[in-house]
C-alpha cells in the first residue's frame, strides 16, 4: 500500500550571464583627505571629483588637487565618458597599496587596479607582478595593474636631463617580465589617468587598441615635462620608450592632438599578452568560464561519454559566442571582441576519474597599427 506523492522543485541551471567586470577598475593613491583614507569610494561620470578631494574643518576648506590621484582620477573620467565607474581607495602617507586592494576586493571585482603614487625602483613592479598572481590564486579575480614612473627632475642644475631620464627608466625595467603589468612614464602630469580612461571608454569594446585614433584625441592632458636645462622632450623620447615596453602618448605629423601609442605590457618578447588588448579578452573569458566550472565540480552530469563532452562543450562554447557578437557603438560597427569559435575551441580532456581539464582557445582580430599607402599615376591614353 502506499499514498501518492507529487513534489516540483525549481531546478537551478546557473544560465546566467555574469555581472560585467570589465572597465572597473579601483584606483588607489594618497591624499590627504581624512575622508577618503583607508576606505572605498564609488566614483562614476557625474562624480564632482573638486568636491570629493576637499574636506572642511575648523571653518577652513582644504583641496588636494596637486596630488597624482586627483590628477589621475579627472583624467580617467574625462577620457572615460559616459557611464564611466570606477573606485578610489585613499592611502595614508605611509599606507600600502598592496593591503588597499585586498580590502578592495572583499566585496567587490575589478579588472584593473590603477596604481596611482609612482614607482621607483624595480622591487616596487616585482610586488605589483607577485600581487597579480596573488588575488588571483586567493579571490579568483583575473586582473592587470597600471603604475606610473616618477616625473624627470627638473630641478636646475642638480636635475636631470633626457639622457639621463630615459637611462633611468631603462635601468628601472631591465630583465622585468611581468603580463599584467602596464607602466606609463609621468610625462604630462596625468598621463596615467588619460590611459586608465581611455580603456574605460564604452565607445569601443575591451578588444580595442588604445592606439585606436577614430576613439579621439587625448583629452585634458596636464603641462608637458622639460628637462633641468628647460629643454622640451626630444622627438624621439616616445617611440624609445615604447621600445622598452612602457605605454606613452604619441602625435601624427602634420596631425592636430595627441593619441595613444600600444598599450605595452611587459610580457615576453615572444609571449602573447604583449598588448592590452590581447590581454583583456583572455582575462574576460577566464572570468566569464570560471562562473560556469564552479556548477560542475561533482555534478555527474559532466562526464567523458560522448553526448557529455558536446553537451558541455557548448555551455563552455556560450560566453565565447556572446564575446564574439558583432555590435554597433554610437552607430559604428564592430567586430565581435573574439572570432567566433571554431569546433576545436573547446578541448575537454579527461586526466582519470575525477580530474578533468578543458581548454578554451579565443581568437582575437587584427587591427591595423602600421599602414603604407603608395600613391601611383596612370598615365595611358584614355580611348574614345
Given amino acids: 500500500m502506499a499514498l501518492g506523492k507529487v513534489q516540483v522543485d525549481n531546478i537551478n541551471q546557473y544560465q546566467n550571464t555574469p555581472d560585467e567586470v570589465e572597465r572597473r577598475f579601483v584606483f588607489i593613491g594618497k591624499t590627504t583627505i581624512a575622508s577618503l ?3 572605498i ?11 570629493v578631494f576637499s574636506e572642511t574643518a575648523a571653518k577652513t576648506t582644504k583641496s588636494d588637487t596637486d596630488s597624482y590621484a586627483y590628477k589621475d582620477l579627472v583624467a580617467a573620467q574625462l577620457n572615460a565618458g559616459q557611464n564611466w565607474t570606477a573606485a578610489f581607495f585613499g592611502l595614508e602617507a605611509e599606507g600600502s597599496w598592496t593591503d588597499a586592494l585586498d580590502r578592495a576586493i572583499v566585496d567587490n571585482a575589478y579588472e584593473s587596479v590603477v596604481v596611482c603614487d609612482p614607482v621607483t625602483d624595480a622591487a616596487a613592479l616585482e610586488v605589483a607582478k607577485t600581487k597579480m598572481a596573488d588575488v588571483q590564486s586567493k ?3 583575473y586582473m592587470f595593474v597600471m603604475m606610473r614612473t616618477s616625473p624627470i627632475d627638473a630641478t636646475p642644475e642638480s636635475g636631470q636631463d633626457w ?3 630615459k637611462t633611468a627608466l631603462a635601468s628601472l625595467v631591465s630583465n622585468f617580465v611581468a603580463e599584467r603589468v602596464m607602466c606609463v612614464p609621468t610625462l604630462f602630469e596625468n598621463d596615467l589617468g588619460i590611459l586608465a580612461g581611455r580603456l574605460c571608454n564604452r565607445s569601443v569594446t575591451v578588444a580595442d587598441s588604445p592606439m585606436r585614433t577614430k576613439t579621439g584625441t587625448l583629452l585634458g592632458m596636464g603641462s608637458a615635462s622639460t628637462d633641468k636645462a628647460g629643454a622640451p622632450m626630444p622627438g624621439t623620447l616616445f617611440a624609445d620608450l615604447d621600445a622598452l615596453g612602457y605605454s606613452v602618448p604619441q602625435s601624427y605629423p602634420g596631425e592636430k592632438g595627441w593619441y595613444w601609442a600600444d598599450g605595452n605590457t611587459f610580457d615576453l618578447e615572444t609571449g602573447d599578452y604583449k598588448l592590452i588588448e590581447n590581454l583583456r579578452v583572455v582575462l574576460k573569458a577566464c572570468r566569464q568560464v570560471y562562473k560556469i566550472a564552479i556548477p560542475t565540480i561533482a555534478d555527474r552530469s559532466l562526464n567523458s561519454t560522448p553526448q557529455s563532452q558536446e553537451k558541455h562543450k ?6 565565447l559566442l556572446i564575446m564574439a557578437r558583432a555590435v554597433q557603438i554610437n552607430g559604428v560597427p564592430f567586430p565581435g571582441e573574439i572570432q567566433p569559435p571554431g569546433d576545436n575551441a573547446i578541448e575537454i580532456n579527461w586526466i582519470d576519474d575525477r580530474q578533468v581539464k578543458i581548454y578554451i582557445t579565443v581568437r582575437p582580430y587584427y587591427s591595423p597599427k602600421d599602414i603604407t599607402v603608395g600613391v601611383g599615376i596612370d598615365l595611358s591614353l584614355q580611348e574614345g
Fill in 37 to 39: 583614507q583607508n576606505k
Fill in 41 to 51: 569610494t564609488s566614483l562614476n561620470a557625474g562624480t564632482d571629483l573638486d568636491k
Fill in 139 to 141: 579571490s579568483a579575480q
Fill in 163 to 165: 639622457a639621463a631620464y
Fill in 314 to 319: 557548448a555551455v563552455y562554447r556560450k560566453p
